[in-house]
């Protein structure tokens, strides 16, 4: 069984992956942000960081669903893994409570 699929390692699969994409897509920020200061102090124009910040952001959105599809793609299969146990369980405990023991 692959650890995606075995029901104790899809959360944490699931956490590892999401953290993974977080601060990649953090990480991007911080370098648009690092660039758009360096342009702006090469051209000798004064931007306050809060607005560097936001560009920045703006710019990264996009850029992440390009840049990043390979993590996006983990994180949404790891949901779907960590879905599918909760389903699982789920239909369990209904037919547990039901009287259908499942043995």
Known sequence: MSDATRPEGAGRRLARSLA?????????????????????????????LIVALLFGLLIAMPLSLLLFKKLRTQVNKDIGAVDAKRRRDRDQLMSRLQGRDEQ
């Open 20 to 48: 993974i994409y977080t601060v990649a897509r953090l990480g991007l920020v911080a370098v648009i942000t690092a660039i758009i200061m360096s342009v702006a102090a090469v051209v000798k124009v004064a931007i306050p």
